[in-house]
């Protein structure tokens, strides 16, 4: 059983372009959480989503940032008009239904490591 | 708010040491806490997952405790390796997953 795959592993960009982050669940997992690291701190929550369905975006910047996951294929993270403060690591997590949460440990991916130049 | 805090932030001992790792939360209303371990360059790796209704778990070598009512977890190490050398974190789950900054682990041999 494969784990959580993120892709890209690394992913450079210069200040303006579009970051693009994907995330593959565990098989099985419908629940999807994306969180970030920033050099030397801790990682911070940013959204909670099941498919096709945003259940918590409490975390993500009011713009430039957004989260989806369809029906089919990966989650994808979003980052418009990227800035240097932007580089992260990021790293996305699961969990199967249908309690989220509550009794199952998180699953983590390898995460990506944005950097702008 | 919950607020998550690990004490201490790094800790270098040399191999064989029994380790205490602490991690303290400021909202006793939690589903349930889990310890990972994350190497540097490398995603978490989930270590032990504490139910709130739970007083402990163990793996292996690693015991966890859980205190709700006064806001504490441990995470205990028996005889310590070099391969244990990592950043610990702790996460309470209430309606999202907080995790605390972490302590940075270094086991010399």
């Known amino acids: 059983n494969a784990g959580v795959m993120q892709n890209p592993r690394h992913l450079v960009r210069r200040r303006g372009q579009e970051a693009r982050l994907r995330c593959s669940p565990m098989k099985g997992h419908s629940h999807v959480y994306w969180y970030r690291q920033l050099p030397e701190e801790g990682l911070k929550f940013m959204v909670y989503l099941q498919k096709e369905n945003i259940i918590d975006e409490s975390g993500m910047p009011k713009e430039r940032f957004s989260a989806e996951f369809p029906k089919e294929g990966p989650s994808i993270l979003r980052i418009q008009q990227v800035v240097r403060g932007d580089s992260a690591a990021y790293f996305c997590?699961?969990?199967?239904?249908?309690?989220?949460?509550?009794?199952?440990?998180?699953?983590f991916g390898n995460g990506t490591r944005l950097t702008v130049t | 708010k919950q607020e998550v805090t690990q004490i201490p932030a790094a800790l270098s001992v040399p191999e064989g040491e029994n380790l205490v790792l602490n991690c303290s939360f400021t909202?006793?209303?939690?589903?349930?806490l889990q310890w990972f371990r994350q190497d540097p360059g490398k995603g978490l790796t989930s270590l032990l997952l504490i139910q709130s209704s739970q007083r402990e778990q163990t793996s292996g070598r690693l015991n966890a405790s859980l205190d709700k009512s006064s806001g504490r977890s441990t995470l205990y190490i028996a005889a310590s390796q070099p391969g244990d050398s990592a950043t610990y974190l702790c996460a309470v789950v209430a309606d999202k997953l907080i995790f605390g900054t972490g302590t940075r682990l270094q086991v010399f041999p």
């Open positions: 909202d006793s209303a939690i589903y349930n």
């Open positions: 997590a699961s969990s199967p239904p249908p309690r989220g949460y509550g009794d199952s440990p998180l699953h």
